[in-house]
């Protein structure tokens, strides 16, 4: 990669930005770090430092303190890699502009929403700029696509590496047979009676509209299971037709084990092989098709069972020391000036700092005749 010296331009402008040539009421944002012709700003630091304190709170209240004083050393490095992996992402050519598209589109069915203006509107009415919330979606899809594209394809993993993995860990992976399972759920539908007044307790359906309404709701639940017998996909006809929370999953209700379901559904569930359903079944909530999607047998899985595992968790094992070489190379051939007071651990000896050349004075001059127009 060719390095990029930062213009000297850039840096006099901030040179000549004193209170002199500033209106009384302005507010100059404090840059904490250049990378190539970027900034990092201390409001972007405090920001990250705020958001990782946060999550440390979440998921280590106890500790949170002594974690949250390890690791806020780290905030600039992570904003520094961010900002080289943008860098590359722009050198790629990777817009992120296809995958941003699509990613909102999942967003929006997934939040049951019609429009992607009802999306925007969603996200304004919970206090976030909804460009802000694109722009660190688009940032996200840019440097995983880099990470992807210029580290995770260079690892390579080898069947000798997976074999040992699998005999290293083998008592780790026995486990007690469970079987993963999706729904279909078909609610009676019965109709709200109208009441004489607001405060008036609303009318309890007859013995009659009650029956009538199962009924229907069994009729459509197998109706549905006809459908799934003829080669209907039971995951979009979840997504379509259940009333249950797990529809926009596709019905996934995750892994059971036996003893944590009812005797019958247990006992149902437990004698189907992946991709098998059940018969309608009558439950509190109404009627439900289940289907086994994985069943897993109690022990040890074989080697052959379990292999795309042990390859993501040595792809894993791989990814982070890699990354960090990658990091430190584009550290290396960038230009990076970081302020006092504050620290990159993630700074390579090797890096170079911005260079201002003898025409500084020149340059100045002819900066104050544009009154200071890149801004």
Known sequence: MTKTRLPLLLAITYALLTPSLLPADTVVEEIVARVNNEIVTRTEYIRERDQLKQEIQQQDPVNADRVFAEQQRDVLEKLIDQQLLLQKGKDLGITGDTELVKKLDE??????????????????????????????????????????????????????????????????????????????????????????????????????????????????????????????????LAKKYSDGPSAKDGGDLNYFKRGTLSKELEDKVFALKAGEVTDVVRTKQGYVILQAVEHQMAGIPSMKEVEPRIQDALYMQKLQPALRAYLTTLREEAFIDIKAGYIDSGASAKQTKPVETNSKEADAKKLKKKKLGVF
Do not use: W
């Not at 993963?180 to 009659?208: N, Q, V």
């Open 107 to 236: 967003m929006r069915k997934q939040m049951n929403l019609g429009t992607m203006e009802e999306l925007e509107k969603a996200a304004e009415a919970q206090g976030a700029s909804y460009e802000d919330f694109k722009q660190n979606l688009r940032n996200q899809i840019i440097t995983q696509r880099v990470i992807g594209q210029e580290v995770g394809s260079k690892l390579a993993m080898n069947k000798d590496e997976v074999k040992k993995f699998y005999e290293q860990h083998r008592a780790e992976m026995e486990q007690p047979e469970q079987v993963r399972l999706s729904e279909i759920l078909i609610a009676p539908k019965l109709a709200p009676k109208p009441t004489p007044s607001a405060d008036a307790k609303p009318e309890a359906p007859s013995a009659a509209e009650t029956e009538a309404a199962l009924a229907a709701a069994k009729a459509k639940a197998e109706d549905l299971l006809d459908q799934i017998h003829k080669g209907g996909k039971f995951a979009d």
